[in-house]
């Protein structure tokens, strides 16, 4: 039988870097693409194939996917879609440049990649593209607002991308974490410094209460519900596997509480529930 290939994004920790170390633990080829060079560097010392990918520039999602067709003559089953990153702050004080900055990686960047990719797939008469979500995909809460409209619009597309590749026997997966043990919130400190002016803002105190304290503690103790990066792993596994996957999968207690809530709620009540969290 052959060996299954599988590309990821965003492999350089957290959930993209667990992705990748389990799922070639499973048997699958795995091809784990990072932005910058030094953690390739890194991967590759650690025994996984590792290259170049930045969702913010078409021309390495072409040479990567160039680099693991050659490498597997011409074929790859499945993509994992993980790559995005946090831009905290409360809307009002987000340019528009800002929000086009987050975009580009969690959005279009995802769109430029199933674009190049959906053409290997049509050629060999199948495939899997698993988009990495969120809870926030589908509900939200305060301070994350630019997060969350990337995540909702990635919702909307896996689920019509979905419906328009079930006649080439390509399918789409959503994974929906909730709170997942990673570098996000480290890594969200210099879009917030590069776009947020914070002590200009009308909230400035609810910045100094809330925020701020979040944002750049140190405190290694996990958060409530906190998983780690192995959970999403698990149902990405099922997701790539299962003769038959579901649309979606929820990751974590508060994304079945969320979806329930969603489902169940009249929006003025969720949203007192919400604003609390």
Same mark, same amino acid.
Request: charged residues 25%.
């Given at each position: 039988?052959?060996?299954?290939?599988?590309? &990821?994004?965003?492999?350089?920790?957290?959930?993209?870097?667990?992705?990748?170390?389990?799922?070639?633990?499973?048997?699958?080829?795995?091809?784990?693409?990072?932005?910058?060079?030094?953690?390739?560097?890194?991967?590759?010392?650690?025994?996984?194939?590792?290259?170049?990918?930045?969702?913010?520039?078409?021309?390495?999602?072409?040479?990567?996917?160039?680099?693991?067709?050659?490498?597997?003559?011409?074929?790859?089953?499945?993509?994992?879609?993980?790559?995005?990153?946090?831009?905290?702050?409360?809307?009002?004080?987000?340019?528009?440049?800002?929000?086009?900055?987050?975009?580009?990686?969690?959005?279009?960047?995802?769109?430029?990649?199933?674009?190049?990719?959906?053409? &290997?797939?049509?050629?060999?008469?199948?495939?899997? &593209?698993?988009?990495?979500?969120?809870?926030?995909?589908?509900?939200?809460?305060?301070?994350?607002?630019?997060?969350?409209?990337?995540?909702?619009?990635?919702?909307?597309?896996?689920?019509?991308?979905?419906?328009?590749?079930?006649?080439?026997?390509?399918?789409?997966?959503?994974?929906?974490?909730?709170?997942?043990?990673?570098?996000?919130?480290?890594?969200?400190?210099?879009?917030?410094?590069?776009?947020?002016?914070?002590?200009?803002?009308?909230?400035?105190?609810?910045?100094?209460?809330?925020?701020?304290?979040?944002?750049?503690?140190?405190?290694?103790?996990?958060?409530?519900?906190?998983?780690?990066?192995?959970?999403?792993?698990?149902?990405?596994?099922?997701?790539?596997?299962?003769?038959?996957?579901?649309?979606?999968?929820?990751?974590?207690?508060?994304?079945?509480?969320?979806?329930?809530?969603?489902?169940?709620?009249?929006?003025?009540?969720?949203?007192?529930?919400?604003?609390?969290?």
């Amino acid at each position: 039988m052959t060996q299954k290939s599988l590309l &990821i994004t965003g492999c350089s920790s957290g959930i993209g870097y667990d992705a990748a170390k389990g799922m070639a633990a499973r048997g699958w080829r795995v091809f784990a693409t990072c932005r910058k060079l030094e953690d390739c560097v890194r991967l590759e010392a650690e025994g996984l194939e590792s290259f170049v990918l930045d969702h913010t520039d078409p021309a390495t999602i072409r040479a990567a996917l160039a680099e693991a067709k050659g490498r597997t003559g011409g074929t790859l089953d499945a993509i994992f879609a993980n790559g995005a990153f946090g831009l905290p702050g409360a809307l009002e004080d987000l340019s528009t440049d800002a929000l086009r900055e987050i975009f580009e990686t969690n959005f279009f960047g995802v769109h430029e990649l199933v674009r190049q990719t959906v053409p &290997i797939m049509r050629a060999q008469g199948h495939g899997r &593209i698993a988009l990495n979500s969120s809870v926030l995909g589908f509900t939200t809460i305060r301070w994350r607002g630019a997060y969350v409209s990337t995540k909702f619009a990635l919702e909307g597309y896996g689920d019509t991308l979905r419906l328009e590749m079930a006649d080439a026997n390509i399918q789409t997966i959503l994974i929906e974490p909730g709170p997942i043990t990673s570098k996000i919130r480290a890594k969200s400190r210099p879009h917030f410094e590069a776009w947020v002016d914070w002590r200009g803002s009308p909230r400035r105190a609810q910045y100094e209460a809330s925020l701020l304290k979040r944002l750049y503690s140190d405190s290694d103790k996990p958060d409530r519900f906190e998983l780690p990066p192995s959970a999403v792993t698990r149902k990405l596994a099922h997701a790539l596997e299962s003769r038959r996957p579901r649309p979606r999968y929820w990751v974590t207690t508060p994304t079945y509480a969320a979806g329930i809530l969603k489902r169940l709620l009249p929006t003025r009540l969720a949203d007192r529930i919400l604003a609390r969290s």
